[in-house]
């Protein structure tokens, strides 16, 4: 492995003081990044694409494009925030037992090899590692959520001499659709190569390698390089598997957690309740972490406060203030599935930029909920209606009782005072922009003589005109905007003095006197002799 590699895949070992007695005087755990409190993890998690009031006004085209920078936002809710929290003591609780700086570590590895060669070994290690999982409907967010929560923490550190370690903290594989074993293996071979720059996949991933060898090089190959989580994604394909396939995995992530020490995450829609309720039983029990079930959002807090983050993104030139009924339709046609009801508002924007209207209304939403959204209508109807004779047609989507399964351990933070303190700061920096702006442009205007006050009226009028033009725009159509206020000025006068004139005409008329007599007499017109008069 190059060192040239690991420095584009991994941090060096910064090692931190731990508070915790158990992760003290343990590298592996001290190089991690801190445990975060919730609402660091809420500000952590949290991403706000980049918005600007001043494209609304874009061409149609253009905003077609912006609109898709709704799919990277990401605002936590208390169960990501639970997530992260398990996850956290999931990976550093399972390195307590595989410190490098102990006997133990040593001799882990060597019962390894001793695997490898084909020798009979008793593993007495005792292993602290546990499994968790995660079910939710599809499109709940479940695969966002944990890459939010595994971008928290570096794939790979380096620790130097002495310990000339290079840990990989955590791997995320996703489950072949034929939830092959030998597939997974080989995927874990590549994926660890592509991250150390070695050769795995070669050495022991083609297909003449028996299972058996390819589990026992792969377990090896994860104490080697100290593997903190192993995060399994769809775990649901295992339904297709034959020939007890499914039963095979199971027992190997059993082995994983009980033997070598490797915390195993489980993630898969509805579908993979039996598989996970029956062969990953054993592997849970001692399990600190437990099992997560996310089922649609109901329409409480978490909902209103997700709905008011998302709302402030609008492309549309007649922006529309979230009402109630907005709030409830985007409820009731997504029923709760963050992702349908995030796709929804974009459509409903497009749709709106389409017809014209740049508008939203529940009327639209409705509509393009009915014309846009046909494959998932049958299962949204299903959770609408809540009958169990048609959610049974749809396994992705049965509900399941949370009190059963998920343990309420959430820490409750002020969740609406952190949105809105973001919401400040994002507010403040486009005040900022926009202030700087505006003294650019007045310098340049009082540089030309002009008064301040009126300089910073044309500078604001300018602006408000021509949103998101650039410097040299403004001024220009602040200089137009000048000019016109002069010529208007001018104008005005000019007309003032005219009517005033013709009025003294008219009342010289009806005294029947001529034009140039009233005007005199008015001291318009001077008399030639005065110039000569002494």
């Given at each position: 492995?190059?060192?040239?590699?690991?420095?584009?895949?991994?941090?060096?070992?910064?090692?931190?003081?731990?508070?915790?007695?158990?992760f003290?005087?343990?590298?592996?755990?001290?190089?991690?990044?801190e445990?975060?409190?919730?609402?660091?993890?809420?500000?952590?998690l949290?991403?706000?694409?980049?918005?600007?009031?001043?494209?609304?006004?874009?061409?149609?085209?253009?905003?077609?494009?912006?609109?898709?920078?709704?799919?990277?936002?990401?605002?936590p809710?208390?169960?990501?925030?639970?997530?992260e929290?398990?996850?956290?003591?999931?990976?550093?609780?399972?390195?307590?037992s595989?410190?490098?700086?102990?006997?133990?570590?040593?001799?882990?590895?060597?019962?390894?090899?001793?695997?490898?060669?084909?020798l009979?070994t008793?593993?007495?290690?005792?292993?602290?590692?546990?499994?968790?999982?995660?079910?939710?409907?599809?499109g709940?967010?479940?695969?966002?959520a944990?890459?939010?929560?595994?971008?928290?923490?570096?794939?790979?550190?380096?620790?130097?001499?002495?310990?000339?370690i290079?840990q990989?903290?955590?791997?995320k594989?996703n489950?072949?659709?034929?939830g092959?074993?030998?597939?997974l293996?080989?995927?874990?071979?590549?994926?660890?190569?592509?991250?150390?720059?070695?050769?795995?996949y070669e050495?022991?991933?083609?297909?003449?390698?028996?299972?058996?060898s390819?589990?026992?090089?792969?377990?090896?190959?994860?104490?080697?390089?100290?593997v903190?989580?192993?995060?399994?994604?769809?775990i649901?394909?295992?339904?297709?598997?034959?020939?007890?396939?499914?039963?095979?995995?199971?027992?190997?992530?059993?082995?994983?957690?009980?033997?070598?020490?490797v915390?195993?995450?489980m993630?898969?829609?509805?579908?993979?309740?039996?598989?996970?309720q029956?062969?990953?039983r054993q592997?849970r029990?001692?399990?600190?972490?437990?099992?997560?079930?996310?089922?649609q959002?109901?329409?409480?807090?978490?909902?209103d406060?997700?709905?008011?983050?998302?709302?402030?993104?609008?492309?549309?030139?007649n922006?529309?203030?979230?009402?109630?009924?907005?709030?409830?339709?985007?409820?009731?046609?997504?029923?709760?599935?963050?992702d349908?009801?995030?796709?929804?508002?974009?459509?409903s924007?497009g749709?709106a930029?389409e017809?014209?209207?740049?508008?939203?209304?529940?009327?639209?939403?409705?509509?393009?909920?009915?014309?846009?959204?046909?494959?998932?209508?049958?299962?949204?109807k299903?959770?609408?209606?809540g009958?169990?004779?048609?959610?049974e047609?749809?396994?992705?989507?049965?509900?399941?009782?949370?009190?059963?399964?998920?343990?309420?351990h959430?820490?409750?933070?002020?969740?609406?005072?952190?949105?809105?303190?973001?919401?400040?700061?994002i507010?403040e920096?486009?005040?900022?922009?926009?202030?700087?702006?505006?003294?650019?442009?007045?310098l340049?205007?009082?540089?030309?003589?002009i008064?301040?006050?009126?300089?910073?009226?044309?500078?604001?009028?300018?602006i408000?005109?021509?949103?998101?033009?650039?410097?040299?725009?403004?001024?220009?159509r602040a200089?137009q905007?000048?000019?016109?206020?002069?010529?208007k000025k001018?104008?005005?006068?000019?007309t003032?003095?005219?009517?005033?004139?013709?009025?003294i005409?008219?009342?010289?008329?009806?005294?029947?006197?001529?034009?140039?007599?009233?005007?005199?007499?008015?001291?318009?017109?001077?008399?030639?002799?005065?110039?000569?008069?002494?």
């Amino acid at each position: 492995m190059s060192e040239e590699h690991c420095l584009i895949n991994a941090e060096v070992a910064n090692y931190k003081q731990q508070q915790v007695v158990d992760f003290k005087g343990n590298p592996l755990i001290e190089a991690l990044p801190e445990i975060l409190s919730p609402e660091k993890a809420f500000d952590a998690l949290s991403y706000y694409p980049d918005f600007d009031e001043q494209e609304r006004f874009l061409p149609t085209h253009i905003r077609y494009h912006a609109i898709l920078r709704l799919n990277r936002f990401f605002q936590p809710v208390m169960q990501h925030l639970d997530m992260e929290q398990r996850f956290s003591r999931l990976l550093r609780h399972g390195y307590i037992s595989r410190n490098p700086l102990t006997p133990t570590f040593t001799k882990s590895l060597g019962i390894g090899h001793q695997q490898l060669l084909g020798l009979e070994t008793k593993n007495d290690i005792r292993s602290t590692a546990s499994s968790m999982t995660l079910m939710g409907f599809s499109g709940i967010g479940k695969t966002t959520a944990i890459e939010r929560v595994l971008s928290l923490y570096p794939q790979m550190i380096i620790h130097k001499h002495p310990l000339n370690i290079t840990q990989v903290v955590w791997l995320k594989l996703n489950c072949p659709h034929d939830g092959s074993l030998k597939s997974l293996c080989m995927d874990f071979f590549l994926k660890m190569d592509q991250l150390l720059g070695s050769n795995y996949y070669e050495r022991f991933g083609s297909r003449r390698h028996s299972i058996s060898s390819m589990v026992t090089r792969m377990g090896q190959i994860a104490r080697l390089h100290c593997v903190g989580a192993l995060v399994i994604d769809e775990i649901q394909h295992l339904l297709a598997t034959r020939d007890n396939n499914s039963e095979k995995m199971m027992n190997f992530f059993v082995t994983l957690v009980n033997e070598i020490g490797v915390p195993v995450m489980m993630i898969g829609t509805m579908r993979a309740k039996s598989v996970l309720q029956q062969d990953f039983r054993q592997a849970r029990r001692g399990s600190g972490q437990g099992d997560m079930v996310w089922q649609q959002m109901k329409k409480d807090d978490d909902w209103d406060l997700l709905i008011e983050s998302i709302w402030e993104y609008q492309w549309l030139q007649n922006k529309v203030e979230l009402t109630d009924e907005l709030n409830q339709t985007i409820y009731d046609e997504s029923q709760g599935i963050v992702d349908i009801a995030v796709k929804l508002f974009a459509l409903s924007q497009g749709r709106a930029i389409e017809t014209g209207l740049e508008t939203i209304t529940p009327v639209l939403i409705s509509k393009v909920a009915k014309d846009d959204l046909k494959l998932v209508q049958p299962m949204l109807k299903a959770l609408k209606d809540g009958r169990l004779s048609e959610l049974e047609k749809y396994e992705d989507i049965m509900p399941m009782d949370i009190a059963d399964y998920l343990k309420h351990h959430e820490s409750k933070i002020d969740m609406r005072a952190s949105i809105q303190k973001k919401k400040e700061q994002i507010a403040e920096k486009r005040k900022e922009q926009k202030t700087s702006l505006i003294e650019k442009v007045m310098l340049t205007l009082i540089n030309l003589n002009i008064e301040p006050p009126l300089a910073e009226k044309c500078t604001v009028k300018a602006i408000n005109e021509l949103p998101g033009s650039s410097d040299a725009e403004i001024t220009g159509r602040a200089l137009q905007i000048l000019t016109e206020k002069k010529e208007k000025k001018k104008t005005k006068r000019d007309t003032s003095k005219k009517n005033e004139l013709q009025s003294i005409i008219d009342k010289g008329k009806k005294n029947q006197k001529s034009a140039y007599e009233s005007l005199k007499e008015a001291g318009y017109i001077k008399s030639p002799m005065d110039d000569f008069a002494i």
